[in-house]
């Protein structure tokens, strides 16, 4: 006989496979993927090779944990925004599968072990831009930018750059200028890839007063906003390459003139009032990050510098 796990707030029995599944739901795995692919070309670049298979598995799982703990109390704070959204509410909190106290507790621990983890293993800096990451997205963005303003993604999105610079500072111990510029490419790749999405969700965000900006403004605006921050992308990866290489340099141009192509076609369908398909531009941000990220990583880890970088420290 399977054995239950009984939860007293909500006074339903589960099964303890069926709780595993609800905390995974918790900390949104998928997010976490994508942060974690960032992290892993920030610290072959800074180690200008292959740093400490340990370290790196050290840093994933601190990192793992902090954008755990994130995600867990975005759950708590926008648990009301879930339940009225049709995209979100399969969520644990949504179906009660965890009650909140529970769900509250576990965001915060795994933000505590997050801080303690990575001090022990990496560094202090490490350790502390973890938290402050944290604390940044919930009271921040999640309690703050995200129901009372349209940037609510460009200036709370900041967090969800971090994960690199944090990277990089497990490896050096400080923060240098290819981690902010590595910073500066997930900074202006958030709003197209996140507007794509609320675009086609737009009656999910108005229904839950979320003011997005495909909320609160016309699409060719949102389209051309789209347009802009592509652009600025773009020619933002460009200022890796002196402290990358040839390869990435190519792929950051091939992949940057793709991106461009698709937000394009989408602001001039949007303003001709056809269908514009702004999946296909989310879908796409997706790939982009991943070649962008893969080929940082591959050029870090042959050590193909150019224009003279890295310097000797």
């Known amino acids: 006989m399977t054995a239950a796990v009984d939860t007293p707030e909500s006074g339903y029995a589960r099964r303890p496979g069926e709780l595993l ?4 739901g918790l900390i949104k795995p998928r997010v976490i993927e994508l942060l974690l692919v960032t992290t892993i070309p920030a610290m072959l670049l ?31 704070a926008d648990a009301d925004i879930d339940q009225m959204m049709k995209r979100t509410r399969a969520r644990p909190l949504v179906r009660h599968t965890v009650s909140t106290r529970h769900a509250l507790v ?34 921040v963005y999640t309690l703050f930018l995200k129901r009372r303003t349209a940037q ?21 111990g400080r923060v240098d200028w290819p981690a902010i510029a590595m910073f500066g490419i997930v900074f202006f790749w958030t709003p197209p890839h996140t507007w794509a999405l609320a675009m086609k969700y737009k009656d999910d965000y108005e229904r839950a007063g979320v003011p997005m900006l495909p909320v609160v403004a016309r699409p060719t605006h949102v389209s051309r906003q ?10 933002w990866t460009l200022l890796l390459v002196p402290a990358a290489g040839w390869l990435y340099a190519v792929f950051a141009v ?16 949007t303003r001709q009032g056809q269908p514009a398909k702004p999946m296909r531009l989310f879908h796409m941000s997706n790939t982009y990050l ?13 050590s193909l510098p150019v224009l003279g970088w890295p310097p000797v420290w």
């Open 21 to 24: 599944r609800a905390y995974a």
């Open 46 to 76: 800074a180690a200008r090779g292959i740093p400490s298979p340990w370290l790196v598995l050290a840093t994933l799982l601190g990192g793992t944990m902090a954008a755990g703990s994130a995600n867990a109390l975005n759950c708590v």
């Open 106 to 139: 576990f965001g915060i621990a795994l933000g505590a072990g997050s801080f303690g983890w990575l001090w022990a293993t990496t560094n202090l800096l490490a350790a502390a831009l973890a938290v402050g990451t944290i604390l940044f997205y919930v009271l």
């Open 152 to 172: 609510n993604i460009v200036w709370g999105g900041a967090a969800g750059c971090m994960p690199v610079v944090i990277g990089w500072a497990s490896v050096t």
């Open 226 to 235: 789209i347009v802009s921050f592509t652009w600025l992308m773009v020619l």
């Open 254 to 269: 091939l992949a940057g003139g793709w991106f461009l192509f698709l937000a394009h076609r989408l602001h001039v369908m």
């Open 290 to 302: 991943m070649i962008v990220c893969v080929a940082l990583a591959v050029d870090s880890a042959l």
